[in-house]
């Protein structure tokens, strides 16, 4: 009879290394020496998180079997009745990552070789370029290009936050004010501004962040397609993705959709419908690789391509899970890059690196990756209240942000 390894702790780590705080989870196992890493960060809740883990997770699994990973996914799912939240599809994510890379250090493989084998040696990545004009933005653009990059995403004052020349009503409260309309006249003037400026070669995308209202965004998906956007991200909210059949009637832009996703009814209407070209789903935030695997096969079958969430919110370990899905994935598209600190390199060894635009994979087997707990206690996670996330229209009312 097969050797049988159990679970014999599940382990929490919150930590912040760079900017975002993180949410990393450790599965010992029975074996001594063994354990896998999983990423579980919802940066903006982590303790919600790290006590469904702690308080729920944990009593469910221990002595549970490590090689059911399948079976344990979906229990895990059905076993709190109500599921495809945020918190607990970000909980079981951490078990699931960890129990992929406890599977692959047992098959002494690493983890896109159990997805199926490489169907390319790198990944391309796309990086994040910002400025407060259009001047600013297209200067970043050529160093990341000096640096080897050819996709960048190009925004203007972050989302297109901090308008503070707009006029608000009397006592309205503090928060990152922002105006609809001024966004999308300074947006396609910057976008046209860097497109002339770097030439038609480099790949260029820009994400809405899901600020405007449905009929602004079918207008400003057109105004767009000129610009021969490699992607256009998040122009609706995932409650108005009905609206995306009046965009993709009306023209060509590709369009990128799907980090605040978390239930299948989200991802499976626009991928049947054809109404986007990329998914982008937070792994995490999805549940993990298990689904993550499961809808990159179905998004195949329809032509659409996987771009999965990848700026600093998303932790090392996931990074690592992220790039090992994109190495195997036939229809991989591009990943989001964050360009970690020196701290997130030593907390994280093994943590993917980057080499004339491409990110490259270890051949280290499991999700290739480790955490220094010393350090990563050296830097605990701060109790902060977001700003950033309170965002307000022009009436002081309360938006996505
Ligand atoms: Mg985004």
Redesign the pocket.
């Known amino acids: 009879m097969a050797n049988v390894i159990t679970i014999e702790d599940v382990q929490t780590i919150l930590t912040q290394p760079g900017r975002s705080r993180l949410v990393i989870v450790k599965v010992v196992t029975s074996e001594p020496g063994l354990y896998g890493l999983g990423c579980a960060t919802f940066t903006q809740r982590i303790h919600a998180v790290a006590a469904a883990i702690d308080k729920h997770l944990k009593p469910f699994l221990i002595g549970r079997d490590v090689a059911r990973v399948e079976e344990i996914w979906q229990m895990s799912m059905v076993h709190g009745y109500w599921r495809n939240g945020p918190v607990l599809n970000n909980a079981i994510s951490g078990v699931d990552q960890a129990l992929w890379d406890i599977k692959g250090k047992r098959a002494g493989m690493p983890l896109y070789d159990l997805l199926g084998g490489k169907s390319r040696e790198a990944a391309h990545v796309y990086v994040h370029a910002d400025g407060p004009d259009p001047s600013a933005v297209l200067e970043r653009v050529r160093g990341y290009v000096a640096e080897g990059y050819r996709f960048v995403r190009i925004q203007m004052g972050g989302y297109g936050g901090a308008t503070d020349r707009m006029e608000r009503p009397r006592g309205a409260p503090d928060g990152a004010y922002f105006d609809p309309r001024v966004y999308q006249r300074e947006m396609l003037e910057m976008m046209a501004f860097v497109r002339d400026g770097v030439g038609a070669d480099v790949e260029l995308l820009h994400?809405v962040?899901e600020r405007l209202a449905p009929i602004d965004a079918v207008r400003f998906a057109k105004a767009c397609e000129p610009l021969g956007l490699f992607f256009l991200?998040?122009v609706l909210a995932p409650e108005d993705i009905g609206w995306f059949q009046r965009i993709r009637e009306q023209c060509a832009t590709p369009l990128?959709m799907g980090?605040l996703f978390n239930h299948p009814f989200e991802w499976r209407e626009v991928i049947e419908s054809r109404w986007i070209d990329f998914l982008?789903m937070h792994v995490s935030q999805m549940g993990g690789i298990t689904p993550a695997r499961k809808v990159a096969d179905f998004a195949h079958l329809y032509g659409v391509r996987t771009a999965w969430?990848g700026?600093g919110d998303t932790s090392p370990v996931g990074h690592a899970a992220n790039l090992h899905l994109d190495i195997w994935a036939p229809n991989f598209g591009v990943q989001?890059w964050y360009r970690p600190n020196e701290i997130e390199y030593a907390m994280f060894p093994g943590l993917p690196t980057v080499e004339n635009g491409y990110l490259y994979p270890n051949e280290a087997p499991g999700l290739g990756i480790d955490i220094d707990e010393r350090l990563a206690a050296e830097y605990p996670a701060a109790d902060i209240v977001e700003t950033w996330t309170q965002t307000r229209l022009p009436d002081g009312s309360p938006a996505r942000p």
């Open positions: 994400d962040h991200e998040d990128a980090e982008r969430h700026p989001e």
